[in-house]
């Protein structure tokens, strides 16, 4: 098999090209080797594991790296299913430098032994985020249709909508293609903010790919069943099944996907109103949850999407089959949360016509959702009025009168009439440097602190993300790469500096699969079983878990995370220890010390906390190499 990662590089300047081979003595997967390249040339790097097209679930995703426009930090971004079309063009990433002078599509072909065909086809972005289906997924439609008669074999494409040029967080959009049209399977890179740095940093707009070229991709079930029966007593097909039970069904809660089984179980862990419910009694926060999730929110979709058995793959063959839809809309906790409860939005139809919106302009989800709430928040307090965000009304968030029906609408509206304010830049609004720098020069202009109501974690100067939809202090680790699951998220208590420690070994469990291009909903066996993959078929197992510790240590090298600079962002970690003191009623001396401090000092204590984890992050990520 294979033992070299072959990079097709790419002058989006003057569309030359060229291939270069990496020996896997040197680099194993994208990240490892993306991590370099960008480096070397601020390149923005895409490309797929060496397992892909192989009997692994799962091993298909399409891995994006380069340093992030709204991080401001190297960033690794993924897609489901979209690296086994790509692995049809016989190489392993692409490298895209430079910026094409008119925005274009880059076109990728590879039939059979020829060279791989690259062109950039110039294209009018306004005209076409103006048709059809509007936004990135006219791009997608349009990009499809150009180029699809070219392909012998199966294509794909990405696409980006008009966010990519006035925000510094837009996100990827692609869907597996069916009859040479895109189906209704959405897959994103959204965090990072890649959609952005796509069209405004290389001026591409769209990529289609596809070819005909057959590697020689891992298809022995035979031995892959060896494997697993030597570790589980259990061959492939079973573990995975096993493993996926959440993305697919979990019976003990009558509900599936990331959706269902999370707002299932949150409980008084639930986000609401931009993060206010942190402030709300135990007894306030269930009653919301049994009212609005349960009995409304989380019902719709158990009853319009898990009793249908409206779920679908990514676009290669899984168990998990994690991508639940009603119709055109699919139905992920994280958007749904960001662009549902976070913004006061409880109900199905009000949530389909937001994220459908985000999604058309093509915003990574999860931050716009954030911000969305943030502004909403500004001006449900007057701190920021309609005219200042180009809007004609106000938020309803009213607990005590809340319609769950007619408000969650009013406030979709509202997210709605805001999307259109950042994309057109009404108002005083202006995203495209980040919304740090935006909200400083409002602090300065207009003497008002809004920064102080988002939830977010800084990197640099400029640097931002929202975080993962969990209550947990993990969120908001100071961690080189934030807002993927490159931390600890689960809701126990840790000690700050034995947190750090945790986080760091979380991110050496993502990379061992997102450098094999491995989808973390296969991680209860792929983060063991992915080394001895290597090592079977490679002979380098104990190499591959070097180059990870080196991979981390390197990324986290550059780790320019800065303190909690949000009021709500140190609320957030003492509300927190609170209620697992208070309500769980975990003894624990370590967290009675910290919420003890918290009450008493929670600026000083913040600033503690926040550097114990820090601590324990960077003497885990010490290079010994």
């Known amino acids: 098999m294979n033992q070299n990662l072959k990079v097709l590089f790419i002058d989006a300047a003057s ?82 430098i430079n910026k094409s002078a008119t925005p274009s599509i880059l076109y990728l072909n590879r039939n059979h032994g020829e060279e791989v065909e690259v062109e950039l086809i110039p294209i009018n972005t306004h005209e076409i985020w103006k048709q059809g289906r509007k936004g990135a997924y006219a791009m997608l439609d349009y990009a499809l249709a150009t180029c699809g008669s070219r392909y012998q074999g199966e294509y794909r494409a990405l696409a980006v909508g008009p966010a990519a040029l006035s925000c510094d967080f837009a996100g990827v959009l692609s869907a597996p293609v069916k009859d040479g049209k895109a189906t209704e399977v959405d897959t994103w890179a959204g965090r990072g903010g890649f959609g952005s740095k796509l069209l405004a940093d290389h001026g591409i707009a769209a990529i289609v790919y596809g070819g005909t070229v057959i590697d020689e991709d891992f298809r022995d079930r035979t031995v892959a069943d060896a494997w697993f029966e030597e570790k589980y007593k259990q061959k492939l097909a079973v573990k995975d099944f096993e493993a996926t039970t959440k993305y697919r069904f979990d019976p003990k809660f009558e509900t599936g996907g990331t959706f269902g089984v999370n707002f299932a179980t949150i409980g008084g862990r639930i986000i609401a109103f931009n993060y206010r419910t942190i402030f709300w009694s135990e007894e306030q926060r269930l009653d919301l949850h049994n009212r609005f999730i349960v009995n409304h929110y989380l019902k719709q979709f158990n009853e319009e999407t898990i009793k249908t058995k409206s779920q679908h793959t ?62 909403m928040d500004c001006l449900d307090t007057g701190a920021l009025s309609t005219d200042d965000l180009g809007v004609t009304r106000k938020p309803h968030w009213n607990y005590e009168t809340f319609d769950v029906i007619k408000d969650s609408l009013h406030n979709a509206e509202l997210g709605c009439e805001l999307i259109d304010s950042i994309l057109e830049k009404r108002g005083i609004i202006d995203f495209s440097e980040g919304i740090r720098k935006w909200g400083r020069k409002v602090r300065k202009t207009k003497n008002v602190r809004i920064l102080d109501s988002l939830v977010y974690t800084a990197h640099g100067r400029k640097g931002w993300m929202i975080p993962n939809q969990y209550w947990t202090p993990g969120a908001l680790a100071p961690m080189a790469i934030m807002g993927k699951y490159y931390m600890h998220y689960g809701s126990e208590f840790y000690p700050p500096r034995k947190l750090g420690q945790i986080c760091a070994e979380r991110l050496k469990k993502e990379l061992i699969m997102d450098n094999a291009g491995v989808c973390r909903f296969h991680r209860a066996w792929a983060e063991e079983m992915i080394p001895g993959a290597f090592d079977a078929l490679y002979q380098c197992g104990k190499d591959y878990i070097a180059a990870i510790s080196v991979a981390a240590s390197r990324i986290n090298s550059r780790n320019a995370s800065v303190y909690w600079e949000s009021d709500r962002d140190r609320a957030f970690v003492h509300k927190f220890l609170e209620r697992i003191l208070t309500v769980e009623k975990k003894d624990d001396p370590e967290l009675t010390y910290w919420a003890d401090r918290f009450a008493k000092e929670p600026e000083e204590t913040a600033l503690d906390f926040w550097f114990e984890m820090r601590k324990g992050i960077d003497e885990s990520l010490r290079d010994f190499m």
């Not at 397992?51 to 960033?75: D, E, K, M, T, V």
């Not at 971004?77 to 190489?91: C, E």
């Not at 459908?356 to 999860?366: E, H, L, T, V």
């Not at 716009?368 to 943030?374: I, K, Q, R, S």
């Open 15 to 96: 569309g030359f090209y060229k291939m270069k081979h990496y020996s896997t003595r040197d680099y194993f997967g994208p990240v490892d080797l993306g991590l370099h390249l960008a480096g070397k040339y601020w390149s923005l790097n895409i490309g797929t594991g060496m397992f892909a097209g192989s009997i692994l679930p799962g091993s298909n995703r399409l891995i994006f790296n380069g340093f992030s426009p709204c991080w401001r930090g190297f960033y690794v971004s993924s897609m489901g299913g979209a690296g086994l079309i790509f692995d049809n063009l016989g190489i392993n990433m692409i490298s895209i």
């Open 314 to 375: 990514c676009g290669e063959p899984c168990a998990a089959v994690c991508k639940k839809t009603n119709g055109e809309y699919k139905k992920d906790y994280e958007p749904y949360q960001t662009m549902g409860p976070l913004c006061g939005i409880f109900d199905q139809r009000a949530a389909e016509m937001l994220n459908k919106k985000a999604d058309s302009a093509g915003f990574d989800a999860i931050s716009v959702g954030g911000v969305l709430a943030w502004l």
